[in-house]
Each structure stands twice: as C-alpha cells, then as structure tokens.
C-alpha cells in the first residue's frame, strides 16, 4: 500500500508560477511516482512521470515550462510550474507506479493516487 498526499495548489495569473508537493508514505520505494491532471470531462494526462537512475519525461505540452525534482529518500516529488497558461487549468494528481513500469505516462498503470489538487490560472 502506498499513501500519496499532494498540496501547493492554488490559483495564479498566467504567467505565474506554482509548486505543487506530493508526500508518500507506505511501501513507495517499490513505486515510481509520477504527475497528472485531469480537465473536466477528460481521462487523466500524464503531466511529468520519474523513470528508473532518475530519468524523468515530460508531456510536450509543458516541457521547458515545469520540472520535478524528487528527495533522495524518494518519498517526496515536487512539480515545479512556471509560464502557466489558462490551459493548465487542471486537478492536479500524484499516482505510484510498479517498478517494472516506471516511467510509463499510462494512467491506467498506476496503482495508487492522490486526492488531487487543483490549479487555476486566470489570464
């Protein structure tokens, strides 16, 4: 069982920037963990997903406007936004994924989530 709990959400003018924290407790060192958002009426997209030796991968739609960046106990990954737009208006999910999957941006193969955070971005 893995616990996640994310925070940092919030609303912001285009152009500002959020960071948004996910916490994990349980068994997580089993699990890579990863960032979604979900728009209303919409499957989950991945957003931002850790792979194995630190690897991580990035969605088109926000390479070069966020980042993450993740503990060394692993128990912690953070999702750095900056530029936001309108269109990243979204709740904003962390999940954990098995190992032998790590690094996947299918949602349907991750096994736990968070509750979900919401960010709003004006313009």
């Known amino acids: 069982q893995v616990q996640l709990v994310e925070s940092g959400g919030g609303s912001v003018q285009a152009g500002g920037s959020l960071r948004l924290s996910c916490q994990a407790s349980g068994d997580y060192l089993k699990y890579c963990l990863g960032w979604f958002r979900q728009f209303p009426g919409k499957e989950r997209e991945g957003v931002a997903v850790t792979g194995t030796s630190g690897r991580t991968t990035y969605a088109l739609s926000v390479q070069g406007r966020f980042s993450i960046s993740q503990d060394p106990a692993r128990n912690n990954l953070n999702l750095q936004m900056a530029d936001l737009k309108p269109e990243d208006t979204a709740i904003y999910y962390c999940?954990?994924?098995?190992?032998?999957?790590?690094?996947?941006?299918?949602?349907?193969?991750?096994?736990?989530w968070g509750q979900g955070t919401q960010v709003t971005v004006s313009s």
């Open positions: 999940a954990a994924i098995r190992e032998a999957f790590c690094g996947s941006m299918n949602q349907g193969l991750y096994n736990y």
